[in-house]
């Protein structure tokens, strides 16, 4: 992509956009679009088409998404399932309409089936069914990849998505109603050691496995797949490295300095006690993702005292 390309980053003001704009600027690109949600309303698709007639990206990144607690999906799947559909189908429609060069879809990878083999291949899509709790969030990215397959199939462009695993990084919300894994534990351990309180309760079981990418990882995957072309319709990006959720929770809790107690609530709903990517079709482009876990959540914790 030449550094004058007029790129317009979708999904306005949460971590995989702020560092999206970060690394697309420190590279060169001046020509980027922004839009707040109150500017550009991604759900309204007359407004999303006067914005590509008007502005005629030359490419998108989709990063714009509803996104909720695990608890509040589970209290709203329609209004997740359909706004996150809104949102996808409005903005691929019109990049496709007015000649969109190259988009580029964040998928997340709840669009797996809940049982399938570990770590998870791209090809297992749509061969099983999916964890109750997200199966709102993860069949509305379903619909976005496979428009961006069909769109690639039918008109050979390049419109394809990537996968991460868990994002965790600066820039993220910490509000435990919209907070990923990481933020929401960090969130939970601050305030109780602010109030002295003496146990904190995580919701997962201790043994329950996890894998997680920093933000800046997500944005690097998402210049190098961009600046360098692929066929594939989604490529998986992770660390192909695991935690449990009892040794997260120590190390948050070490981060933090919070001493008193942890908690493990069984007796909330489960989903699957392992989730990892299998990341080798990624590898044949690009680097691995950083596997620094415990210095990019302490970078993370000094972001979060910093907005304090």
Same mark, same amino acid.
Request: net charge neutral; hydrophobic share 40%.
């Given at each position: 992509?030449?550094?004058?390309?007029?790129?317009?980053?979708?999904?306005?003001?949460?971590?995989?956009?702020?560092?999206?704009?970060? +690394?697309?600027?420190?590279?060169?690109?001046? *020509?980027?679009?922004? +839009?707040?949600?109150?500017?550009?309303?991604?759900? *309204?698709?007359?407004?999303?088409?006067?914005?590509?007639?008007?502005?005629?990206?030359?490419?998108?990144?989709?990063?714009?998404?509803?996104?909720?607690?695990?608890?509040?999906?589970?209290?709203?799947?329609?209004?997740?399932?359909?706004?996150?559909?809104?949102?996808?189908?409005?903005?691929?429609?019109?990049?496709?309409?007015?000649?969109?060069?190259?988009?580029?879809?964040?998928?997340?990878?709840?669009?797996?089936?809940?049982?399938?083999?570990?770590?998870?291949?791209?090809?297992?899509?749509?061969?099983?069914?999916?964890?109750?709790?997200?199966?709102?969030?993860?069949?509305?990215?379903?619909?976005?990849?496979?428009?961006?397959?069909?769109?690639?199939?039918?008109?050979?462009?390049?419109?394809?998505?990537?996968?991460?695993?868990?994002?965790?990084?600066?820039?993220?919300?910490?509000?435990?109603?919209?907070?990923?894994?990481?933020?929401?534990?960090?969130?939970?351990?601050?305030?109780?050691?602010? *109030?002295?309180?003496?146990?904190?309760?995580?919701?997962?079981?201790?043994?329950?496995?996890?894998?997680?990418?920093?933000?800046?990882?997500?944005?690097?995957?998402?210049?190098?797949?961009?600046?360098?072309?692929?066929?594939?319709?989604?490529?998986?990006?992770?660390?192909?490295?695991?935690?449990?959720?009892?040794?997260?929770?120590?190390?948050?809790?070490?981060?933090?300095?919070?001493?008193?107690?942890?908690?493990?609530?069984?007796?909330?709903?489960?989903?699957?006690?392992?989730? +990892?990517?299998?990341?080798?079709?990624?590898?044949?482009?690009?680097?691995?993702?950083?596997?620094?876990?415990?210095?990019?959540?302490?970078?993370?914790?000094?972001?979060?005292?910093?907005?304090?």
């Amino acid at each position: 992509m030449e550094k004058h390309t007029k790129i317009y980053i979708a999904g306005h003001g949460w971590l995989v956009w702020s560092a999206l704009v970060k +690394k697309f600027q420190s590279e060169g690109y001046s *020509n980027i679009l922004l +839009k707040t949600s109150k500017e550009l309303d991604l759900r *309204n698709q007359t407004d999303v088409n006067c914005f590509f007639e008007k502005e005629q990206p030359e490419v998108v990144i989709l990063a714009a998404a509803k996104v909720w607690w695990v608890q509040t999906n589970a209290t709203y799947p329609f209004d997740m399932l359909y706004e996150n559909i809104q949102i996808q189908t409005n903005v691929i429609w019109a990049a496709n309409t007015y000649n969109t060069k190259k988009l580029l879809f964040i998928s997340s990878s709840t669009i797996y089936p809940s049982e399938c083999n570990q770590p998870i291949k791209e090809t297992v899509l749509l061969e099983g069914k999916l964890d109750p709790l997200h199966e709102s969030y993860g069949l509305a990215k379903i619909c976005g990849i496979k428009l961006c397959e069909k769109i690639q199939k039918q008109s050979n462009k390049e419109f394809f998505a990537l996968v991460p695993t868990n994002i965790y990084g600066v820039w993220d919300h910490f509000e435990e109603t919209r907070a990923h894994v990481i933020g929401a534990l960090m969130t939970r351990f601050h305030n109780a050691k602010n *109030n002295n309180i003496q146990n904190v309760s995580v919701r997962w079981s201790w043994n329950a496995l996890r894998e997680f990418i920093y933000v800046d990882d997500v944005a690097d995957a998402c210049y190098f797949f961009l600046t360098h072309p692929t066929s594939s319709p989604h490529i998986n990006i992770g660390t192909s490295q695991e935690i449990s959720i009892k040794d997260l929770s120590c190390m948050i809790k070490k981060i933090v300095w919070y001493t008193w107690e942890i908690i493990f609530d069984t007796t909330k709903p489960e989903w699957r006690l392992k989730r +990892k990517l299998d990341t080798s079709l990624a590898k044949t482009y690009w680097r691995n993702a950083s596997t620094s876990l415990e210095s990019w959540i302490q970078k993370t914790y000094e972001y979060f005292l910093s907005i304090l």
